[in-house]
C-alpha cells in the first residue's frame, strides 16, 4: 500500500464514524461533569495539569488542519531533552 | 484470513484463548520476556521463567495448531535492579540455541531512568554481540515519546546496530515516524485505553502505509484482547482496505523480520502462500 490510502470517502467515513464520535464526546463531557460534581467531597484544583491537558486538547479538537490525534498525544507527553547522558556501547 | 499475532505473553493466558485464537485464523506468535507482574529476586527465577517460553508454551500452542516463538532479556522495569540485570544478561546466552528463540526482548525503558538506559546497551550490547535480532518496548503513555527518543538516540549511537535487525514496539501517532524514518521496524500495540485501538491503528496505516510495520495485541494478563489483531483486520476490511494491504499488515511483515533470526528455519511452502495459489494449486 502507498503511503497516504485512505479508500474511505470523507461522507461515508462520517456516516460510519458519526455515532461513534457523538458517543465518546458525550463520555468526555460526563468524566468532567462527574468531576464537577465530586468538588465539595474532595477537590480538584483549576490549575491541576492533568485538566490543564485536556483543556489544551479540547482547543486541538477546534482546529480543522490535521493531525489532532498527534498534537494531542504532545500534550499528554514529556518533553524531551536531546542532551541527555547517554550510555556509552562496549565496542 | 490468517494473521500473525508477534507480540502476546501467553504465560498469562488460558489455553481457551489458544483455542479461539486458532479458530480466528492465528498461524504464529512470538512472545517477548516480560515483567511478571512483581519483580523477581535471581537469576534463576528468569532461568526457569525462559524455559517456559522456550520450552513449555510451544507446546502449548502447537496442540492448537499455532507455532510459538520467544524474545529473552529482563524487562525495563527491573532494569532498576542493576546487578540482577547484569546476571540475567549473562545468563541469556544458555537459550539462544534454541530453536524458537527470535532474539533479544523486550528490551527498552519504562521511566527512562539511568539505570533503565544502562541495562537497555548492555541488552544491545549482548544482541551485537551474538548477531540477535532486537525487540524494543517503548514506555507508556506520557513517558512514551520522551522514551522512544532516547531509545533511538542509544541505538544511532551504536554504529553497530543495524536499523532493519530492530522492531520499536508499541508506536502511536506521535512516535510511529521517529520509527519509520529513522529506517527501524515497528508495531503498533492494539491495547484498551493505554495505546491503539483497532481504529486508531487503521488511522496510523493509512497515514503512513505498510511498510516495516506491523500489529500486535500484546495480551497479557492485564485487560487485553488476544484476538486484537482480528479485530484490526475486520477494521481495515470495513474501510475498503485490499487484502493484499492487510495481509502484509499481519502476515507477511512479521514473518519478514522474523526471517533475519540467526536461527530462523523456513515453514512448509503451503502455510505461508496467499490463500488464492492455494487455491489455484488444487485444481
Redesign the interface.
Given at each position: 500500500m502507498s503511503k497516504q490510502t485512505t479508500p474511505l470517502p470523507a461522507n461515508k467515513a462520517l456516516e460510519q464514524f458519526f455515532l461513534e464520535a457523538r458517543c465518546k464526546l458525550l463520555d468526555v463531557a460526563a468524566i468532567l461533569d462527574r468531576v464537577n460534581r465530586g468538588q465539595e467531597a474532595g477537590e480538584v484544583l483549576a490549575n491541576d495539569p492533568r485538566i490543564e491537558r485536556i483543556r489544551k486538547a479540547l482547543e486541538v479538537m477546534h482546529d480543522q488542519s490535521g493531525g489532532r490525534a498527534e498534537r494531542i498525544q504532545q500534550i499528554f507527553s514529556l518533553e524531551y531533552d536531546s542532551g541527555w547522558e547517554k550510555p556509552k556501547p562496549r565496542y | 484470513m490468517n494473521y500473525i499475532d508477534p507480540h502476546i505473553h501467553m504465560i498469562s493466558r488460558v489455553t481457551d484463548d489458544y483455542h479461539r485464537m486458532a479458530l480466528s485464523g492465528c498461524a504464529a506468535i512470538s512472545e517477548p520476556a516480560f515483567w511478571a507482574g512483581f519483580d523477581r529476586g535471581s537469576v534463576d527465577g528468569f532461568r526457569d521463567y525462559f524455559r517456559h517460553l522456550t520450552e513449555v508454551e510451544p507446546k502449548r500452542a502447537a496442540l492448537y495448531g499455532i507455532r510459538h516463538y520467544s524474545w529473552l532479556c529482563i524487562n525495563a522495569k527491573e532494569a532498576e535492579n542493576v546487578e540482577l540485570s547484569r546476571g540475567v544478561i549473562q545468563m541469556i546466552p544458555e537459550f539462544l540455541d534454541k530453536p524458537n528463540v527470535l532474539g533479544i526482548g523486550e528490551i527498552g525503558l519504562n521511566k527512562?531512568t539511568?539505570n533503565e538506559?544502562?541495562i537497555?546497551?548492555?541488552h544491545?550490547?549482548l544482541a551485537?554481540k551474538t548477531n540477535e535480532l532486537i525487540l524494543i518496548h517503548t514506555p507508556h503513555?506520557?513517558?512514551?515519546?520522551?522514551g522512544t527518543?532516547?531509545i533511538i538516540?542509544?541505538l544511532k549511537?551504536?554504529?553497530?546496530v543495524n536499523p532493519e535487525r530492530v522492531l520499536i514496539d508499541h508506536v502511536?501517532?506521535?512516535t510511529v515516524r521517529h520509527a519509520l524514518d529513522n529506517g527501524f521496524w515497528c508495531a503498533m500495540t492494539l491495547y484498551p485505553i493505554t495505546k491503539c485501538t483497532p481504529?486508531?491503528a487503521a488511522?496510523i496505516?493509512?497515514?503512513?502505509?505498510?511498510d516495516r510495520i506491523m500489529a500486535n495485541s500484546a495480551g497479557d494478563w492485564g485487560k487485553s484482547d488476544p484476538l486484537a489483531v482480528p479485530e484490526l483486520i475486520l477494521e481495515l476490511k470495513?474501510?475498503?482496505?485490499?487484502d493484499s494491504?492487510i495481509r502484509?499488515l499481519v502476515y507477511e511483515n512479521p514473518l519478514a523480520f522474523w526471517r533475519m533470526s540467526n536461527r530462523w528455519q523456513e515453514w512448509p511452502v503451503e502455510e505461508t502462500a496467499p490463500v488464492k495459489k492455494k487455491e489455484k494449486a488444487r485444481v
Open positions: - | 527512562n539511568k538506559a544502562t537497555f546497551q548492555e544491545v550490547d551485537m503513555l506520557e513517558d512514551k515519546y520522551k527518543r532516547m538516540d542509544m549511537n551504536d554504529r553497530r502511536e501517532e506521535h481504529q486508531r488511522d496505516i493509512e497515514m503512513v502505509g505498510t470495513r474501510r475498503g482496505h485490499p494491504a502484509k
